[in-house]
Nanobody, 129 residues
Framework: QVQLIQSGGGLVQAGDSLRLSCAVSGGTFVGYALGWFRQTPGKERELLTAISLRGDNTYYADSVKGRFTISRGNAKTAAYLQMNSLKPEDTAVYYC??????????????????????WGQGTAITVSS
């Protein structure tokens, strides 16, 4: 069983920075491609950024490009989301998600929400103006 445990989040002011962490454990895959999503009430969960298992490919949604950075830990079992210049519209519940990777997919990116099988518990972030 794959588990994703998130940490970080909370209440910040506009312009502040925040870092989320996601620790991945369990499972039998070679490794996991990871993504960060967010969701606000009444809206679908949206992909913000994704990173390949090897860490050599990344994707960013236009809404966060230039402000958010995704990275992986050296052991490839953790992912981080560095969020800078936060805006009130970034207020949401943030989720990390994992996709099991096969040997030949080390550099593959997954940008479809349906690709992700395992999800973190969610972390609320509120950005006040």
């Amino acid at each position: 069983q794959v588990q994703l445990i998130q940490s970080g989040g909370g209440l910040v002011q506009a312009g502040d920075s925040l870092r989320l962490s996601c620790a991945v454990s369990g499972g039998t895959f070679v490794g996991y491609a990871l993504g960060w999503f967010r969701q606000t009430p009444g809206k679908e969960r949206e992909l913000l950024t994704a990173i390949s298992l090897r860490g050599d490919n990344t994707y960013y949604a236009d809404s966060v490009k230039g402000r958010f950075t995704i990275s992986r830990g050296n052991a490839k079992t953790a992912a981080y989301l560095q969020m800078n210049s936060l805006k009130p519209e970034d207020t949401a519940v943030y989720y990390c998600a994992a996709k099991g990777v096969l040997v030949y997919d080390y550099s593959r990116l997954y940008t479809d929400k349906g690709d992700y099988v395992w999800w973190g518990q969610g972390t609320a972030i509120t950005v006040s103006s």
